[in-house]
């Protein structure tokens, strides 16, 4: 038996609108492809690393030594900032979509004992973790956190900022000021949000840990760098205690980025090897939303949404997201039950949106780095034609006439 040479792999080009990963930037791509060959401790590639940490905590407003990256995608981030977690720990989640449900997973996995891994092995229930389960399509809120930390008075607390699953933005200011008044340490999935919403880490004191990821609001590729950032508060908890990981310890994956025993130092030292490619990408990706400004893609992202919101609506769908990078909906009633359906005719002619990954089947457009009247106004053409296809009516000329008038008075795009 032999296994045959395939012929060389090409992977065509789409229009991804979906929750993500985005659309690469072309300053990103060409800084990935433009890197020489070079290790992991070679000069350029180790102060590219430290330039990245600085520009890290500028664009996420953070004063936080610990603020770097760790290689991978979000889950990377996220598992390295769930490090701290151990055996036991008590812990409240709150989970309004997919991604909250599986970081609520991963903190039963971290705070589970070893009794509680044996009677479950893929899904431990660790008794010390309580979740707080808030229906898909709302958001989490303030008050919801206050009730659930005041009864549980857990050590650690955790909340999605942006829930991609659902398309819902939670209160980020009701959990940080929560979690101070009541002692615990917040962590943050900021996986959606960074790079598309302007908010400043140090502007909320009660959490103690984020995780984000490359290829959604930052522009990157997958697989280049997550970024994390710690409070001094989350890494004396791991000082003391430890974690289960060599890879994904923050105060390990911290060392290469210049950060040894709590203060920056001029050269990284090793923990694993990195990729100069990888490394240039991040660091363009850094610059672009650096030059941009958060304060501008945050108003670009509003006034693109509003337009889509509104030219869907049009055509009788219901919207019932409120991020401003993605937009979940459900289809017209005379289409409904056949959302699977629509999203795959549109994914197999290389427009890429997406359904909810768990129930209720609703379908979701994301706009991420497709910030300009001429993508926005083909996304419209392509769901007005998926939705013909499947037998709705909608009146192209009426949807064409509300983004004239749209574009022609908002938006100098
Ligand atoms: C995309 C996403 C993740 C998972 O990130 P990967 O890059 O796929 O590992 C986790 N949380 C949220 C909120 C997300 O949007």
Redesign the pocket.
């Known amino acids: 038996m032999t296994v045959q040479i395939y012929p060389q792999l090409e992977i065509s080009e789409t229009l991804a609108a979906g929750?993500?990963p985005g659309n690469t930037d072309a300053r990103v791509l060409a800084a990935f492809s433009r890197a020489g060959m070079a290790d992991h401790m070679q000069g350029d590639v180790l102060r590219g690393m430290i330039e990245c940490k600085h520009m890290l905590r500028r664009l996420w407003g953070t004063q936080n030594t610990h603020t770097f990256a760790v290689a991978?995608?979000?889950?990377?981030g996220?598992d390295t900032m769930f490090a701290a977690v151990m055996p036991g720990d008590t812990v409240v989640a709150f989970v309004n979509g997919t991604?909250?449900g599986?970081?609520a997973q991963t903190l039963h996995i971290k705070a589970a004992t070893a009794q509680e891994h044996e009677a479950n092995p893929l899904n431990p229930q660790a008794a010390s973790v309580v979740v707080i389960d808030v229906p898909h399509g709302t958001s989490v809120t303030g008050e919801m956190v206050e009730a659930a930390l005041a009864e549980h008075k857990p050590k650690w607390a955790f909340m999605?900022h942006?829930?991609?699953?659902s398309g819902r933005i939670n209160d980020l200011r009701g959990f940080s000021d929560a979690c101070e008044r009541h002692g615990a340490m917040g962590l943050i999935?900021a996986?959606?949000s960074l790079g598309v919403e302007e908010f400043a880490i140090d502007d909320f004191p009660g959490v103690a840990g984020w995780a984000s990821?490359p290829?959604?609001g930052l522009c990157c590729l997958?697989l280049t760098y997550?970024p994390v950032s710690f409070t001094d508060t989350y890494i004396d908890a791991l000082k003391t205690r430890g974690a289960y990981s060599y890879v994904h310890n923050p105060i390990f994956e911290a060392r290469h980025w210049g950060i040894v025993d709590g203060q920056d130092v001029e050269k990284g030292t090793y923990h694993r090897t990195h990729s100069a490619y990888a490394v240039s990408a991040f660091h363009e990706s850094l610059r672009l939303a650096l030059q941009e400004g958060l304060a501008k893609r945050a108003r670009l992202y509003r006034t693109h949404e509003a337009v889509l919101r509104e030219a869907l609506t049009a055509m009788g769908c219901k919207v019932t997201s409120n991020m401003t990078s993605l937009v979940v909906l459900n289809l017209p009633p005379a289409l409904a039950g056949r959302e699977m359906e629509l999203v795959q005719n549109c994914r197999a002619q290389g427009f890429g949106i997406w359904p909810t990954l768990s129930a209720p089947v609703q379908v979701r457009i994301g706009i991420l780095n497709l910030l300009d009247r001429g993508v926005i106004t083909k996304i419209v053409r392509l769901f007005a034609e998926a939705m013909r296809d499947l037998g709705a009516e909608v009146d192209q000329g009426n949807i064409d006439a509300l983004l004239d008038s749209r574009y022609g008075t908002c938006v100098a795009a």
């Not at 942006?162 to 699953?165: A, K, L, Q, S």
């Open positions: 929750p993500g991978g995608t979000g889950w990377s996220l991604f909250s599986i970081d999605a942006w829930e991609t699953g999935d996986v959606s990821c290829q959604k997958p997550a």
